[in-house]
């Protein structure tokens, strides 16, 4: 099966050519139906939409691209930014199959060369005018088109050879700045670093860079959830009013559950926006948040479904404050970094120098700028800090050895959950299963300058970690890369 890294819950993109929809282990999302024979839609106009965009997003002349862009689609939403960044975006989708159409729609298997993973890309066309777009989904998948075979396992040197050249031919071709690590059971097989940090200084990256890894900080706010609850000081199925006394918004304080905020189940809502980007300066601390988004309800009725959350791990890291009586950073920094050796590890300010920490550059590869004007004042407890990948292979290796929790802890954090209302189970955001390969902890996160995941499997004791100071996904065809190939264990 193939695996995709771009997972970051129930997040999505919208760049200009439509929604990109990256769920709770997009991965592992299943397609029904069956694909459709090529004779019986080689005329579908869906399909020959579909591909139409493919070639046109190839094109690198920006006038032409624009004219055969509004030409294929005239509604196409977004500015003219946001479309040349999705043209970046679907540049490498080969065209590989048909699966389910319909009159004005069809599904198109894509095959992403960069990501080493397929996609779905649902193509509707107007009813009016049949040769016009009328909108593109695009979904990462764990499935293969038919008669496709999954990637063969390699033995352990085979792999460290082939992710080596990986990531050179990514760095090479402009598309990774970063470090790359591969270990087993606490032995690192494999870490090296490509790119810079620092592109005006020409200050090349190394595996002790400090990479800022956007939400995979949510981690370490759920760790310190559960060793709360572990002493007695939190119950998950509380409403956060019995610690976040005062809360302004009764609806959240009363039916919100820790639970519902482990789970992106409580409609709690994102951070970021234009009240984000208006107070961003005076966003200092978990407090500070919730004083500014506190009067909010919620987006739906707790427990109804899944919408990724930044805001409700922010609630949870205020939770940790008033439990244990200390800063956020300083409770983590004495509970979690401290007991894994996470020495370089941290919430501290953009304002503090660190000699050892990269400077984060957004936009497409041959454009970049620094990404600054768009980073919070610091780390929080739904991410933002900064590691390397050594630290999170520490890290990994402390949760599964009990020194951060119990076992009996960390497996009520890896297979914790609440029914949603529909009865469908949702599972506290803290890994998954990935076919073939089996059950993983760990998390990924992804904001302007910054790219990263952490992937720990339990059975085989992989661990595999990949930072970038670039956009997401800088580095995810380079970790599925490696996830596709990893030895039969």
Same mark, same amino acid.
């Given at each position: 099966?193939?695996?995709?890294?771009?997972?970051?819950s129930?997040?999505?993109?919208? /760049? +200009?050519?439509?929604?990109?929809?990256?769920?709770? !282990?997009?991965?592992?999302?299943? *397609?029904?139906?069956?694909?459709?024979?090529?004779?019986a839609?080689?005329?579908?106009?869906?399909?020959?939409?579909?591909? @139409?965009?493919? @070639?046109? !997003?190839?094109m690198?002349?920006?006038?032409?691209?624009?004219?055969?862009?509004?030409?294929?689609?005239?509604?196409?939403?977004?500015?003219?930014?946001?479309?040349?960044?999705?043209?970046e975006?679907?540049?490498?989708?080969?065209?590989?199959?048909?699966?389910?159409?319909?009159?004005?729609?069809?599904?198109?298997?894509?095959? %992403?060369?960069?990501?080493?993973?397929?996609?779905?890309?649902?193509?509707?066309?107007?009813?009016d005018?049949?040769?016009?777009?009328?909108?593109?989904?695009?979904?990462?998948?764990?499935?293969?088109?038919?008669?496709v075979a999954?990637?063969?396992?390699?033995?352990?040197?085979?792999?460290?050879?082939?992710v080596?050249?990986?990531?050179q031919?990514a760095?090479?071709?402009?598309?990774?700045?970063g470090?790359?690590?591969i270990?087993?059971?606490?032995?690192? /097989?494999?870490?090296?670093?490509?790119? /810079?940090a620092?592109?005006?200084?020409?200050?090349?990256?190394?595996?002790?860079?400090?990479?800022?890894?956007?939400?995979?900080?949510?981690?370490?706010?759920?760790?310190?959830?559960?060793?709360?609850?572990?002493?007695?000081?939190?119950?998950?199925?509380?409403?956060?009013?019995r610690?976040?006394?005062?809360?302004?918004?009764?609806?959240i304080?009363?039916?919100?559950?820790v639970?519902?905020?482990l789970t992106?189940?409580?409609?709690?809502? %994102?951070?970021?926006?234009?009240?984000?980007?208006?107070?961003?300066?005076?966003?200092?601390?978990?407090?500070?948040?919730?004083?500014?988004?506190? !009067? #909010? +309800?919620?987006?739906?009725?707790?427990?109804?479904?899944?919408?990724?959350?930044?805001?409700?791990?922010?609630?949870?890291?205020?939770?940790?404050?008033?439990?244990?009586?200390?800063?956020?950073?300083?409770?983590?920094?004495?509970?979690?970094?401290?007991?894994?050796?996470?020495?370089?590890?941290?919430n *501290?300010?953009?304002?503090?120098v660190?000699?050892?920490?990269?400077?984060?550059?957004?936009?497409?590869?041959?454009?970049?700028?620094?990404?600054?004007?768009t980073?919070?004042?610091?780390?929080?407890?739904a991410?933002?800090?900064y590691?390397?990948?050594?630290?999170?292979?520490?890290f990994?290796?402390?949760?599964?050895?009990?020194?951060?929790?119990?076992? @009996?802890? /960390?497996?009520?954090?890896?297979?914790?959950?609440i029914k949603l209302?529909?009865?469908t189970f949702?599972?506290?955001?803290?890994g998954?299963?990935?076919?073939?390969?089996? #059950?993983?902890?760990?998390? !990924?996160?992804?904001?302007?300058?910054?790219?990263?995941?952490?992937?720990?499997?339990?059975?085989?004791?992989?661990?595999?970690?990949?930072?970038?100071?670039? %956009?997401?996904?800088?580095? @995810?065809?380079?970790?599925?890369?490696?996830?596709?190939?990893?030895?039969?264990?």
């Open positions: 099966m193939a695996f995709s890294l771009v997972r970051l129930l997040r999505h993109i919208a /760049l +200009g050519l439509g929604l990109i929809v990256l769920g709770p !282990n997009a991965a592992l999302l299943a *397609q029904s139906g069956e694909p459709s024979s090529t004779s839609t080689r005329d579908n106009p869906a399909v020959l939409a579909g591909k @139409a965009w493919l @070639a046109a !997003n190839k690198t002349d920006d006038a032409r691209f624009l004219a055969a862009l509004h030409d294929l689609w005239p509604t196409a939403p977004g500015t003219k930014e946001q479309v040349f960044a999705s043209r975006l679907f540049r490498s989708l080969e065209f590989k199959a048909v699966g389910k159409t319909g009159p004005d729609s069809a599904e198109l298997w894509l095959f %992403d060369p960069d990501q080493d993973g397929y996609v779905i890309a649902t193509v509707k066309v107007r009813a005018d049949p040769e016009k777009v009328a909108g593109i989904r695009v979904i990462p998948t764990a499935d293969l088109p038919p008669g999954a990637q063969a396992p390699l033995t352990e040197p085979a792999l460290i050879a082939a080596r050249d990986r990531a031919v760095a090479t071709a402009g598309r990774f700045d470090a790359v690590l270990a087993r059971k606490g032995h690192v /097989l494999f870490q090296h670093a490509y790119g /810079l620092d592109r005006a200084a020409r200050k090349p990256d190394t595996v002790d860079t400090q990479f800022r890894f956007g939400s995979m900080g949510k981690m370490f706010t759920a760790v310190a959830i559960m060793q709360l609850i572990e002493a007695g000081k939190v119950d998950p199925s509380a409403p956060i009013g610690y976040l006394p005062g809360y302004a918004n009764r609806e304080a009363t039916k919100v559950t639970a519902n905020l992106h189940t409580g409609g709690t809502g %994102d951070i970021f926006g234009p009240d984000f980007m208006s107070h961003r300066a005076e966003l200092r601390d978990p407090a500070d948040y919730v004083a500014l988004y506190q !009067n #909010r +309800g919620p987006l739906f009725e707790p427990g109804r479904r899944i919408a990724y959350s930044n805001y409700g791990f922010m609630l949870l890291g205020r939770i940790v404050e008033t439990v244990s009586g200390r800063r956020y950073d300083d409770y983590v920094a004495q509970h979690i970094w401290g007991p894994a050796g996470m020495h370089s590890t941290g *501290q300010p953009e304002t503090v660190l000699p050892r920490r990269a400077v984060a550059y957004t936009g497409p590869t041959g454009k970049l700028d620094r990404a600054d004007d980073l919070p004042y610091r780390g929080t407890p991410g933002g800090g590691s390397t990948v050594g630290d999170f292979a520490r990994a290796d402390a949760l599964v050895n009990g020194k951060l929790m119990k076992p @009996a802890t /960390l497996d009520a954090l890896i297979h914790g959950g209302t529909d009865g949702a599972a506290y955001d803290f998954g299963t990935i076919p073939g390969k089996g #059950r993983f902890i760990g998390h !990924n996160g992804g904001a302007p300058g910054m790219s990263g995941q952490l992937v720990h499997f339990l059975g085989s004791g992989y661990t595999l970690v990949v930072l970038a100071n670039r %956009d997401p996904p800088a580095g @995810a065809g380079i970790l599925s890369f490696a996830v596709h190939r990893l030895p039969a264990r």
